[in-house]
């Protein structure tokens, strides 16, 4: 069994390494790490290329950290196996996602992939997440920051929801995610402290409407 489950985890990891943005950008002869922020993520795709193909590669990459944890899952029928093995396979795509071994280890900062994880995983705990993320954006307009306290809200969900037999379980990857994301962020945090991170002025619905009053 254990067997099963490291290959089931280097799966994972294989399938995280395929970038949407970097696939989906050979299809337009462009290398996404080439333009804007350099970084081969969602949000880059979207600033640099439109609104069509930053939706689909967030979808793709959604979708692989979803299917990491299906595959992960399939065939284990102890719940509690289940799902450490289908976090275990989370966290792989995840790295993938940052760390692709098909394209130097260049790749994105692994939001959408363990949203689509978590799609699986906990599914009710996303529309909170996406609440905190709207917000944050509404009022700031930064992506970066919005994602980071997204994640960082999975530890009170953790400890007010989690059931309590998983409760020490999701309070640990709640902890891991959050500083997994703060670290793969570390460039937006930096440029924040600088006062030169780029905002999404159009989306921040909440200051506007604040401004008018």
Known sequence: MTGVMVAKILMAYLLGSLSGSLLLGRWRHVDIRALGSGNAGGTNAFRTQGWRFGLSVALFDIGKGALAVWIGQRGVIDPALALRLGMA?????????????????????????????????????????????????????????????????????????????????????????????????????????????????????????????
Do not use: D
């Open 89 to 213: 396979c989370g966290a792989g795509a995840g790295l993938g996602h940052v760390w692709p071994l098909y394209f130097g280890f260049r790749g994105g900062k692994g939001a959408a992939t363990l949203i689509g994880a978590l799609l699986l995983l906990w599914p009710w705990a996303l529309l909170p997440i996406l609440a905190v993320a709207v917000l944050t954006l509404g009022i700031t307009g930064y992506v970066g920051l919005a994602t980071i306290l997204a994640g960082c809200s999975l530890l009170p969900l953790s400890w007010w929801f989690a059931a309590a037999a998983e409760r020490s379980l999701w309070l640990l990857a709640s902890a891991l995610i959050a500083g997994f994301l703060l670290f793969t962020h570390r460039s937006n945090i930096a440029r924040l402290r600088a006062g030169s991170e780029l905002r999404f002025e159009r989306v921040r619905w909440l200051y506007r409407g604040w401004q008018r009053r």
